[in-house]
């Protein structure tokens, strides 16, 4: 596998990267040149998208928004988030194991219950949600939120969680476990610290669904200190009219820790690949 | 093992400030008042609460949210007890609110000696068959707005104005949008027509309003007005002197100053009928008092004091609000604002907004017409009865009460159906030592199977049985299957006819099939190359082709839209430097359909890109090596070792990303939302449509979602059946 790709093959790869960054970047761009614009966007602009009238005036309209309390709100969203993250791989992991590795009765319709889940659209779900929370008392608190979140993106876990420790081979366990390990430390020691790539994945997608969720967040908390910035920045757009140039400077400062998590992520992804003690 | 021990501190932090939220303690009595309000209107809010508070000795807790969560969360909060005492909202959704019970009668907060102090028009919209519900804040309706710089005076008429007397290509001389059936009102009604009448009843579709089409007709073709107008369309040209004059609403006024100045008329006068003026639908913002606040003297005291001329004043003076409170146009300070006075005489002539729920469902059949005749696919009368006809379809009344007898039957079987599974599978035999033998593993799944049980199974559970019923939530009624029977038969009509159900399943498998094919040829594709070990630059690569999916996909959902616009759009700009005739996106099936799912594989593609990635980080090295040393090519090395190695986790992900797919609503009711005339609306985008703009039918559009969930279970057994030979030659 050292072997030194040729020039070739390495052009056409940088070709094919670099055509879909183009791809992945135009739309972006088209938002960053309206979150400078001071007066909206020039309709003669054409295909290239430039600011038109730049300044920062959209970003301090956004962080000055709600009476200054947009970097409270910066850090309920940090902590719904992780916490939902959190929450969300510490459920979803032992269970997703089980299904992976374990025989037992109702197996079979658990899974299926688990897809079904995903099937159902979720057309006004936000009033039985209601319901439910009023009756664990955890209306208006963070807590809950996390909660809802946590479990909605609990099945999708659970899901991609299997897939990986499947792909872990059980010699390792046997191994540990006829060294004297028990199945929980098994699982623990040596299981886990091998899937450290898709616990990350599965963690950052758990953190992407809280991230950017407005409807339930605005129906399930009643404080504005409370809130988190989807809901502020949706404020951004009234019933006629909209001011897109804060809302899209808002969706800028909202994306930048998604992509500083995802820089990190990416570290643990590599340190699976020369960590993970799948060699043996 | 430090990292997990800081992993394990901040775990602890978090959880603290989670529950760590105090409320400081106060013994004033407490209002809550909830509004939706931005910018100046929130600014002039804030200080009329103030000075009520020191008035009152009270402390009224503001919440300011969003539009488009608004109503639902009313809708959920109210009748628990959690909403708010007092609440602001526009006057037309005063049907609904009181169809749910969500507002009570103003009573002593608008008594009958106050009521010659608000204008009649106001009051008029705040009464529903007798009995006032809220108190009058502020009147919106459209006017003109015209550009100082460009032109001088009062237009005379409204042809007068829609001249263009030689401005130059990309110039017009009024740019409104034309095509949305709320600008659309005020030429009906200048032309005699009327949208929905006091019993209910569509009334567009008749001479009045074919002739309100054919006069758009003619600003068309007389290029007038500009092509696919929208709000930021109407703002841009108007800032950059390139329309001559706009109709729009205050909610202009802050955009209309970036111009190089304005001024501001009611509507003008339309020649062609007799000198009748163009008449817009009047919206009365109104303190509402919640079935709650209703009870508390304090609540009723801020919804009077809100009405009342000091709180007017503020309100006009600071958020340019065109207040219902007469005293306050005597005011020499509000008399120096010019814009205020013409939306106020502007508001004069406006026809106040019908509160009958019917209205909801009248918007998007009258919206359709005036597009489909814009497009030339119909001429305005056979548009116009085709809008009728939806109509009379969207609002038909629930079915008579059934017998309970038909549900039972099915119910019952299924639960047969399922026992007698069960009983089979424990008469097998070694079951109780199998059931012995699930007990460790229970101990794993036990957390995971209650959470998901009770936060995701019952609410699903809950929307089933919904469908069961029509009507609104307070008025409920069983129902049966009928909602199932209604979708199924397409509601009488042709089953592949225009918005069936069965018409609308085949788009939505193309739509499935085409995008999960986009998402995983390239998801995959990128995932490998980005997995190569000598590749540079790797880190920049991820980060910049997961960036469709970090940022907020409302924002750039609306972006695309905007690149496909046909007159300013991007796309259009990039294929006529490519020597292409520009393309009208959204006025063809085929086309609007390529720009959704453009949009969609965008936002879709990193999410398989990162499960590949993460796939592949799981394939041995070694694996590989010994392939390469078996001289394998690169393409069998893909094929015969790497994918049967990544399979394994990436087939959850693509089933999980079919299922997503098919009921991924968002996209398309952001960048088409479902033109031309409906034909791209996938199954998903219906029910929200039942739910949300057709009377809200929930019932139905639970109906839809149950019918869409069964589809799916379907289409996954399906999908099983097909791969079971090879799952088991796999194992």
Known sequence: MDKKPSLLESVIVHTVLLTFVAFAIYPILWVVSLAFSRGGLSSSSGALPVPHDPSFDNFRIVTAGSGGIFWLQLGNSLIVSLATAVVAVVIATPAAYALARFDFVGKKAGMGTLLATQMFPTVASAVPLYLLLEALHLLDSRAGLVLVYATTSVPFAIFQLRGSFETIPVELEEAAMVDGATRTQAFLRVVLPAARPAIAVTALFAFMSAWNEFILAATLLSRETAFTLPVVLQRFVGEHDAAWGPFAAGAMLVSIPVMALFYLAQRQLIGGLTAGGVKG | ?731
Not at chain 2, 134 to 154: D, I
Not at chain 2, 526 to 532: A, E, H, K, N, T
Not at chain 2, 631 to 657: D, K, Y
């Open chain 2, 1 to 731: 093992m430090s990292r997990v021990r800081t992993i394990c501190l901040a775990v602890i932090a978090l959880a603290l400030a989670l529950f760590g939220a105090g409320c400081g303690g106060n013994d004033k009595p407490r209002l809550v008042l909830w509004h939706a309000y931005r910018g100046d209107e929130e600014i002039a809010l804030k200080q009329v609460l103030a000075a009520f508070e020191k008035e009152r000795d009270v402390t009224v807790e503001v919440l300011a949210l969003p539009f488009d969560a608004y109503a639902t969360k009313l809708e959920s909060a109210i009748p628990h007890a959690h909403g708010p005492d007092v609440f602001l909202d526009a006057h037309e959704r005063l049907g609904s609110y009181l169809q749910n019970t969500l507002v009570a009668p103003s009573g002593d907060a608008l008594p009958p000696e106050d009521r010659a102090s608000f204008d009649t028009a106001a009051l008029d919209a705040a009464t529903v068959s007798g009995t006032t519900y809220g108190v009058p804040l502020a009147q919106k309706s459209l006017a003109l707005f015209v550009s100082t710089a460009l032109m001088t005076g009062e237009p005379t008429s409204f042809e007068a104005l829609a001249k263009r007397d030689g401005l130059p290509d990309g110039s017009f001389p009024l740019a409104y949008e034309a095509e949305s059936a709320y600008f659309h009102a005020p030429l009906l009604h200048a032309f005699g027509g009327r949208m929905v009448d006091a019993e209910g009843h569509f009334v567009a579709a008749t001479p009045e309003g074919e002739a309100s089409i054919a006069f758009l007709l003619e600003l068309k073709k007389a290029r007038a007005i500009p092509d696919e107008p929208n709000g930021a369309l109407v703002t841009e040209l108007f800032a950059s002197g390139k329309a001559k004059a706009v109709i729009s609403g205050p909610w202009f006024l802050a955009d209309a100053k970036k111009s190089k100045g304005y001024r501001v008329f009611p509507l003008p006068k339309l020649r062609e009928t007799g000198e009748a003026r163009l008449r817009a639908f009047l919206t009365v913002d109104l303190a509402m008092l919640s079935p709650e606040g209703a009870k508390n003297p304090n609540a009723r005291a801020l919804a009077k004091y809100l009405g009342g001329p000091s709180s007017a004043k503020t309100r006009a003076l600071v958020g340019k609000q065109v207040v219902a409170t007469k005293a306050v146009w005597d005011d020499a300070d509000v008399k120096k604002d010019a814009d205020l006075s013409a939306f106020h005489a502007a508001a004069e002539t406006g026809i106040p907004m019908p509160t009958t729920p019917a209205m909801r469902a009248a918007w998007v059949p009258l919206e359709q017409a005036i597009k489909k005749s814009v497009r030339g696919d119909a001429t305005p009368k056979a548009a116009l009865d085709e809008a009728r006809e939806r109509f009379v379809d969207a609002m038909k009344p629930p079915p008579p009460r059934p017998s309970p007898t038909p549900l039972f039957v099915v119910l019952s079987m299924v639960l047969v159906g399922l026992a007698m599974a069960a009983v089979k599978n424990a008469r097998e035999p070694g079951f109780s030592g199998r059931w012995r033998a699930s007990i460790p593993a229970y101990k794993y799944v036990a957390h995971a199977a209650i959470v998901v049980f009770v936060l995701v199974v019952l609410p699903l559970v809950a929307g089933t049985l919904t469908s069961f019923f029509a009507g609104t939530r307070n008025d409920a009624q069983y129902v049966g299957l009928s909602n199932y029977i209604e979708i199924l038969t397409a509601r009488g009509g042709p089953l592949l006819g225009h918005g069936s159900f069965w018409l609308t399943l085949l788009v939505t498998v193309l739509w499935t099939v085409v995008n999960v094919f986009f998402h995983v040829g390239i998801g995959l594709l990128l995932g490998v190359l980005l997995s190569r070990p000598l590749l540079r630059l790797k880190a920049v690569y991820r980060v910049l082709l997961i960036l469709p999916w970090a940022v907020p996909s409302y924002v750039t959902a609306l972006a695309w839209k905007g690149m496909f616009h046909r007159q300013y759009g991007a796309i259009n700009a990039i294929l006529s430097t490519l020597g292409a005739a520009p393309v009208s996106w959204f006025s063809k099936f085929s086309t609007a359909f390529a720009a959704n799912i453009a949009t969609n594989v965008w936002l879709g593609f990193p999410f398989m890109m990162v499960v590949t990635v993460g796939a592949l980080t799981a394939v041995p090295k070694d694996v590989l090596e010994a392939a390469e040393v078996d001289g394998a090519t690169r393409w069998q090395r893909f094929r015969l070792v790497v994918m049967p190695l990544v399979a394994p986790a990436l087939l959850p992900s693509v089933v999980l990303g079919s299922v997503w797919t098919f009921n991924m609503f968002n996209v398309v009711f952001l960048v088409s939302g479902g033109e031309p005339d409906g034909q791209t609306d996938i199954l998903v985008s219906e029910a929200y449509r039942w739910a949300f703009t057709r009377n809200a039918q929930y019932g139905y559009a639970a109906a839809y979602a149950v019918l869409i969930f069964g589809l799916l279970m379907l289409g996954s057994r399906l999908m099983q059946r097909l791969g079971a030979p090879k799952e088991g030659a796999k194992t």
